[in-house]
């Protein structure tokens, strides 16, 4: 009775609703119907993604396992980690830092291979939480699936803070226009290697698989001693 009921029961469903129980548990609840309150990990990356996750969501393993990656280190060692930036308008600008040891501000993130230089995504989001904490130094922790790390350093930087600052602004501008119109148009493409990976890389691009091989010849046919260009 009991191998019976263990052979019918989808183990790996378990396991995702786990990781979705501890992801809802540490990370920052968003309220999508709150558009004055913007979120630091919205603003720093595709903003047509963010979009997305907030109009019409999917949700991936690859985004579940960084969010409970970076929630864990936040419930067990840090002691204040949500921050905020209070702009005009009523619009604040919320984000989370993983750690603060030392008044340094550390964020951790999976990846499969080390990167020769921080992703710019981290850069800006390490950057703001900076600005967020008052502190100087920050460092972005890259860890593998095989659990080697690597890290980079980096200092406070105004710029790039206020870049983070426009592109929220810019965020909270779609949204407003959503709001008022279901159908307006969504942000524009922002063309990177993240795209690959995206979820909704169909709803920007075509279709992953194709039926068919496209080739050169078969674009342009096959050039002969009679064909002229």
């Not at 890259?142 to 602004?169: A, C, H, L, W």
């Not at 148009?185 to 039926?211: A, M, N, V």
């Amino acid at each position: 009775m009991g191998g019976s009921d263990a052979g019918d029961r989808d183990y790996k469903q378990v396991v995702r609703d786990a990781i979705d129980s501890i992801g809802e548990d540490v990370s920052l609840k968003i309220d999508t119907k709150d558009i004055n309150t913007i979120y630091l990990y919205e603003a720093t990356k595709c903003l047509r993604r963010s979009f997305y996750d907030r109009i019409d969501p999917l949700e991936t393993e690859h985004t579940q396992f960084n969010k409970v990656l970076g929630g864990l280190f936040r419930k067990m060692k840090s002691q204040s980690s949500t921050g905020k930036y209070d702009m005009t308008g009523g619009l604040t600008l919320k984000g989370q830092v993983d750690m603060i040891k030392d008044d340094v501000v550390m964020i951790f993130r999976s990846i499969d291979k080390f990167p020769e230089n921080p992703m710019p995504a981290d850069m800006l989001y390490v950057n703001a939480c900076m600005w967020m904490f008052d502190k100087i130094e920050g460092i972005i922790v890259y860890i593998t699936p095989d659990g080697k790390e690597d890290s980079f350093v980096t200092n406070r930087n105004q710029k790039m803070f206020e870049e983070v600052v426009r592109r929220t602004k810019i965020f909270h501008d779609l949204l407003e226009k959503n709001n008022a119109d279901p159908k307006a148009k969504p942000p524009i493409i922002e063309p990177s290697l993240d795209c690959l990976d995206c979820q909704y890389y169909e709803r920007c691009y075509i279709k992953k698989k194709t039926g068919k091989t496209i080739t050169i010849s078969s674009l342009f046919g096959k050039f002969g001693k009679e064909d002229t260009i």
